[in-house]
T-cell receptor, first 115, second 111 residues
Framework: AQTVTQSQPEMSVQEAETVTLSCTYD???????LFWYKQPPSRQMILVIR??????QNATENRFSVNFQKAAKSFSLKISDSQLGDTAMYFC????????????FGKGITLSVRP | DVKVTQSSRYLVKRTGEKVFLECVQD?????MFWYRQDPGLGLRLIYF???????EKGDIPEGYSVSREKKERFSLILESASTNQTSMYLC??????????FGPGTRLTVT
């Protein structure tokens, strides 16, 4: 079974600075998908970014980018130019490519952006 | 935009009551999911469904059942609510096994 580990429960960053959220996972599969989801306070969870394991290039979405290290099974999220609206819980998630495969989530990290 | 709605944002029930949590999505997604979210535990999958009348157990199905009579609606049922089922419940849907879209959540308190 796959596991996803987010070892930092909380982080804080000054507005406009850069922060990196860590995630590691364990799998014996070669092809899979990785995701970062964001859950703002009292608001719906939304997808931030996704990475396909067979793609070597790191995914980017505006201020959000990932550092995907397949051999190390590491998938960190970098948020550049942090904004107050980035304050949220962030969840790392894994999904294999098999039929009917499920998302496995990490325990999440609470990010606070200070003004 | 995909919309996933849940019947209640907050719910308070008594121990032993039968509880229904409803989820509706408007994008004709095949897959629907029920999670519970607890501090320090992240999201844990209770049940999911990949088609009408189809259901599969997730990681923590004990004490729960589900119903999917129509493609757009997926219900979570607590047959006899207990205090350890106090939690945030999140519904999600997806097209095949792509990105999951989440509802706003139902915070259930069982007293």
């Amino acid at each position: 079974a796959q596991t996803v580990t987010q070892s930092q429960p909380e982080m804080s960053v000054q507005e406009a600075e850069t922060v990196t959220l860590s995630c590691t996972y364990d799998t014996s599969e070669n092809n899979y998908y990785l995701f970062w989801y964001k859950q703002p306070p009292s608001r719906q969870m939304i997808l931030v970014i996704r990475q396909e394991a067979y793609k070597q290039q790191n995914a980017t979405e505006n201020r959000f980018s990932v550092n995907f290290q397949k051999a190390a099974k590491s998938f960190s999220l970098k948020i550049s130019d942090s904004q107050l609206g980035d304050t949220a819980m962030y969840f790392c998630a894994f999904r294999s490519t098999g039929a009917n495969s499920k998302l496995t989530f990490g325990k999440g990290i609470t990010l606070s952006v200070r003004p | 935009d995909v919309k996933v709605t849940q019947s209640s944002r907050y719910l308070v029930k008594r121990t032993g009551e039968k509880v229904f949590l409803e989820c509706v999505q408007d994008m004709d997604h095949e897959n629907m999911f029920w999670y519970r979210q607890d501090p320090g535990l992240g999201l844990r999958l209770i049940y999911f469904s990949y088609d009408v009348k189809m259901k599969e157990k997730g990681d923590i199905p004990e004490g729960y059942s589900v119903s999917r009579e129509k493609k757009e609606r997926f219900s979570l049922i607590l047959e006899s609510a207990s205090t350890n089922q106090t939690s945030m419940y999140l519904c999600a849907s997806s097209l095949w096994w792509d990105e999951q879209y989440f509802g706003p959540g139902t915070r259930l308190t069982v007293t």
